[in-house]
């Protein structure tokens, strides 16, 4: 329920300036920080706004130079001045682990959670309303899928490395909608933060999860997997990245298991809203970049790799057979 605050006239009619000269597109950047102080001062956006919020942010997105894009994104910060961090946008713009799109972020859109300040509340409903935002979600929908799967077509025991782990709230999603399973989960995550998270809230589960506290790069075992999952991670590597790491996870792979990496899609319509508030920037990729990526990395046999999207199709699923 997105709430509502008494808006004067002025307030009223400065809305109603930017809407009728932004569709003319001629406006500088600056009306755009402009029209959020606004939208601001009135609680934050309602939900006849977010589309023209939206569609502004992604022109202003591509018409701006970049250093003018990411110069308007502190104005846009400071707009929200110390109270920012209170918002699930605040976190990740001012990043306090780190990186944007840290383990209580991602939960905080798993459990679609608002700021108790009434100033930002309206930004948490803003933020979760965005493709992105459902994405994630149905990104966790889509890992529980692929376990059941597993699951159900073995008689003996699934192991599964969970790359970047975060918070793990589809491990256990998984483990109580479906309590007869035989699924063993390795974790490996660098921000330890994540894991005590992670630890606590799967306390029932704990048999069947281990955690390493271990950047992916220097993680090393002999073990292999049936599945090898990782989700939130490769749009953040550049593509010589992105097949080095791929190279390497290739050999924690069973015969018969799958490599499925997921990355933001060419196209995110909330690309703007994530660089302009979130500071979050990502290498969004196209199916066919995906399987060249993964043809680069050693996979010369197209037919075994396949890409996949969950159901809003910004989040992709590349998924490599062995």
């Not at 006849?48 to 939206?54: A, G, I, K, R, S």
């Not at 001045?81 to 905080?108: N, Q, R, T």
């Not at 680069?296 to 197209?302: F, L, R, S, T, V």
Request: one cysteine or more.
């Amino acid at each position: 329920m997105v709430l509502t605050k008494t808006q004067t006239n002025e307030q009223i009619l400065l809305k109603q300036e930017f809407l009728a000269t932004y569709r003319q597109k001629t406006l500088p950047v600056n009306a755009l920080v402009e029209y959020i102080q606004v939208l601001y001062d009135c609680g934050g956006p309602n939900e006849t706004e977010y589309e023209l919020l939206n569609d502004a942010l992604n022109y202003y997105r591509k018409a701006v130079p970049l250093d003018e894009w990411k110069e308007a994104s502190r104005q846009v910060a400071a707009i929200y001045g110390e109270d920012f961090i209170d918002s699930i946008p605040g976190h990740a713009f001012l990043k306090p682990y780190g990186y944007a799109g840290d383990f209580s972020v991602i939960d905080k859109m798993y459990l679609k959670t608002t700021s108790t300040n009434p100033m930002l509340t309206n930004w948490d409903l803003f933020y979760h309303q965005h493709a992105a935002a459902a994405a994630v979600r149905n990104r966790k929908t889509f890992f529980k899928n692929v376990l059941t799967e597993r699951a159900a077509n073995r008689e003996g025991s699934c192991e599964v490395l969970d790359v970047a782990s975060g918070p793990c709230r589809d491990l256990l999603e998984f483990m109580d909608e479906q309590p007869k399973h035989n699924v063993h989960f390795d974790c490996v995550e660098a921000d330890i933060k994540a894991i005590l998270h992670a630890t606590e809230i799967n306390a029932k589960h704990l048999p069947n999860i281990r955690f390493y506290n271990q950047n992916i790069f220097r993680f090393r075992t002999e073990k292999q997997y049936d599945v090898v999952w990782s989700a939130g991670l490769f749009d953040y590597f550049d593509d010589r990245t992105f097949t080095k790491l791929v190279s390497r996870l290739i050999g924690c792979v069973k015969p018969g298991g799958e490599l499925i990496i997921g990355n933001f899609a060419v196209g995110n319509p909330t690309e703007g809203y994530m660089e302009l508030f979130l500071d979050w920037y990502l290498y969004h990729r196209s199916p066919e970049q995906l399987v060249r990526l993964a043809q680069a990395a050693g996979i010369e046999d197209a037919s075994r790799i396949r890409v996949d999207q969950e159901e809003a199709g910004v989040n992709l699923f590349m998924r490599i057979q062995f």
